[in-house]
């Protein structure tokens, strides 16, 4: 792997507090690859042989059964994923695929696992990211089961202005249909919310959403700190 990409790798809670020599040890045997956009990394039922760090790009996590697929999350840099099934040695759960070009870290789960053994501070953040996992997983089904579709949508929205510093503008990162699914919608149920929600608080431009009136769009979302907020934001 590139030098350069350890810093980043690093600064993760993952291996923020390892000791050097396990990091280093563990660096030794991972590489980073480039992938291009829309490649599938693995597919669910496959054996989790690597943890995945994503350094840039983004990747999307989906499921399928009987004909049908969904989107369970998406991935942005830098982070792991997949973290349970490597320590478990078991299948994944999930598909993953790139959405645009994108550059991942892939350590053998087999290294990964020794090195927990050995060291308490990575089993420990181990414990810790797990948990975090677990408890995003509660908000996203709270989020699916408490909200409708137009709520849920409006949440999202408010959540990417956010993480783009509190934008009043910003592009969708993925593709509608790719949304749609990760929020539980068809395309034309996505299409008839974002229409509904002109009249409360955005505008579209394309693929831009214009936020013309935050207060009116987090009375639409029921903005709810044990739903939208991390565990940091507590």
């Not at 990091?23 to 496959?46: I, K």
């Not at 982070?79 to 299948?91: G, N, T």
């Not at 709270?142 to 949440?155: G, P, V, W």
């Amino acid at each position: 792997m590139r030098d350069e990409e350890k810093p980043a790798i690093r600064s993760l809670p993952l291996f923020h507090e390892v000791s050097t020599p396990t990091f280093e040890a563990l660096m030794a045997t991972s590489y980073s690859q480039s992938f291009p956009p829309q490649l599938d990394l693995f597919r669910q039922g496959d054996r989790a042989d690597f943890l995945h760090i994503l350094i840039e790009g983004s990747v999307e996590l989906h499921a399928d059964w009987n004909g049908r697929e969904a989107v369970m999350a998406m991935v942005r840099p830098v982070s792991s994923f997949i973290l349970a099934a490597c320590i478990r040695d078991v299948p994944y759960l999930m598909s993953a695929r790139t959405l645009e070009r994108s550059r991942i870290l892939l350590l053998p789960a087999v290294d990964l696992r020794a090195a927990i053994r050995r060291e308490p501070e990575l089993a420990g953040a181990v414990m810790t990211e797990l948990a975090g996992s677990y408890r995003d997983m509660v908000r996203q089904a709270k989020n699916m089961k408490l909200r409708t579709a137009r709520e849920r949508l409006a949440a999202w929205l408010l959540d990417q202005a956010h993480r783009q510093g509190a934008a009043n503008s910003f592009v969708l990162p993925v593709e509608k249909r790719h949304l749609a699914s990760y929020l539980g919608m068809t395309p034309e149920s996505l299409s008839r919310a974002l229409a509904g929600l002109k009249a409360q608080g955005i505008a579209m431009d394309g693929a831009r959403v214009i936020i013309t009136d935050r207060e009116r769009l987090s009375a639409t979302a029921g903005y709810d700190p044990l739903i939208d907020s991390s565990d940091e934001g507590l």
